[in-house]
């Protein structure tokens, strides 16, 4: 009888030389690559469905974006309905190596043009969004849309003076909730429900206090109600700025870091809410020292929250290799967050996600050796590491795992999304 050959080396056999060399180069520093490839594909990065439309949804008024956000460019080919985002996004996910999720926005429902006003959402607007998940074993999380619509046009939601319109947007987070509730519970894995809100001033505030009080207030309107946990999670967004709300936002890092703690709710922590020279990578082992969960929203500033695609800079490594280094990627959620308009969408997406994904399997890979060296004080051994192990030969085992798990290796996946312009063009502005 012939023996079973171990996994392991069976995977060896099969690979090209350059994986069996970066195999034995990453041994050498005790480093097991085919661990860190197991791990890495079961990493789910949840793919923001906005990038598709330029934050744009699919209600019958569709207003002006609002609430300090802004997208350029004009690329043509921008989603206009649900099938075709849904077409958008499964090509998308076909050049992403892994089992993914997808983030959607309340304004994606599918309303079947009938106008339906945010406070009256409901699962049924959704339901075949979570068809098309379950069809693919997709996971998919969601948000209230607290922006673009004329009860946010003075730039104020949850906390705004006016309580019927504080009620209007606290109808709607709670209709979010129970949406999300849906999804989880339909697909089998928790729903994310993120809440970010605009509430902002331009100009110097005569009372910070009132608005922050009024948002607590509505907060605890919104999540009254308990979702099992295997269903819904909630998370919390703070902000420093945005257009508009350049002097004070209400959600402010304190505030929601405050709020999430108190009211056991996950922290959103997005990469360009926070003054440029501060990275969230170093608040994730601060603010989980004290929350169970954090979600966090990969995004890339220049120079402000400009939302730019996701590139594989010092930024991101430093925040995956956060995650991975302190044992904390099951308390992390990865979604990403920006809106380029300037470039295909569809490979806005794929380049971020594959960015994502690159920076974690670095992460996955990093030599003991460099916090053996910190544990032994030895700071120059710790720089020296670090810098040498940039050099390793990673490229050879990304290009395995595309390989592995049927995806384009390199640029390849370039020409899927050109052949299917091309085939879309036709139909799209
Ligand atoms: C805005 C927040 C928020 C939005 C999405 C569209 O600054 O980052 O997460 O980007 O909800
Ligand atoms: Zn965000």
């Not at 969004?129 to 104020?156: M, Y």
């Not at 339909?186 to 005569?206: Q, R, S, V």
């Not at 967050?337 to 971020?352: E, K, L, P, T």
């Not at 460099?370 to 020296?384: H, K, P, S």
């Amino acid at each position: 009888m012939k023996k079973p050959t171990p996994s392991r080396q069976r995977n060896r056999d099969t690979a090209d030389p350059a994986y069996s060399f970066a195999c034995d180069q990453f041994a050498e520093r005790g480093v097991d690559v085919e661990a860190a490839l197991r791990t890495l594909a079961g990493i789910a990065v949840s793919l923001h469905c906005w990038q598709g439309d330029d934050v744009g949804g699919f209600e019958t008024n569709r207003g002006p974006i609002g609430g300090g956000l802004a997208v350029t460019g004009n690329q043509p080919g921008r989603a206009t309905n649900a099938e075709e985002l849904r077409a958008d996004l499964d090509q998308a996910l076909a050049l992403i190596p892994g089992r993914h999720r997808v983030n959607l926005h309340a304004m994606y429902g599918d309303f079947g043009g009938r106008p339906v006003d945010r406070d009256e959402v409901a699962p049924e607007h959704f339901r075949t969004w979570i068809a098309w998940a379950a069809e693919r074993r997709l996971g998919l999380d969601f948000n209230p849309t607290c922006f673009a619509h004329s009860r946010a046009a003075d730039g104020f939601t949850l906390s705004h003076p006016d309580a019927s319109v504080r009620q209007f947007w606290i109808t709607h987070c709670r209709r979010s909730r129970a949406i999300a509730a849906s999804m989880g519970h339909a697909l089998h894995t928790p729903c994310i429900n993120n809440l970010w809100i605009p509430d902002g001033f331009k100009d110097t505030p005569a009372d910070r206090q009132g608005p922050r009080e009024r948002l607590v207030e509505s907060l605890d309107a919104v999540f009254q109600k308990r979702y099992p946990v295997e269903h819904l999670r909630d998370a919390v967004e703070p902000k420093l700025f945005g257009i508009g709300a350049e002097s004070c936002t209400v959600g402010s890092a304190e505030f929601y870091f405050g709020y999430a703690l108190t009211r056991r709710k996950l922290l959103c922590l997005d990469s360009g809410h926070f003054h440029p020279t501060e990275s969230i990578a170093d608040k994730i082992s601060s603010v989980l020292q004290f929350l169970p969960e954090i979600l966090l929203h990969v995004s890339r500033g220049v120079r402000w929250d400009s939302d730019h695609v996701v590139t594989l800079a010092d930024e991101l490594l430093a925040i995956t290799r956060e995650v991975v280094a302190n044992g904390l990627l099951g308390r992390v959620h990865w979604g990403l967050d920006y809106f380029d308009a300037s470039i295909n969408r569809i490979a806005a997406w794929v380049i971020g996600a594959r960015n994502l994904l690159r920076a974690l399997l670095i992460a996955l890979l990093e030599p003991p050796g460099i916090r053996e060296a910190e544990a032994f004080g030895d700071r120059t051994a710790r720089l020296a590491l670090q810098e040498e192990a940039r050099f390793l030969p990673v490229g050879a085992v990304w290009n395995e795992h595309c390989k592995r798990l049927n995806v384009p290796i390199g640029e390849a996946w370039l020409s899927d999304v050109r052949r299917y312009e091309m085939q879309t063009r036709v139909h799209r502005a």
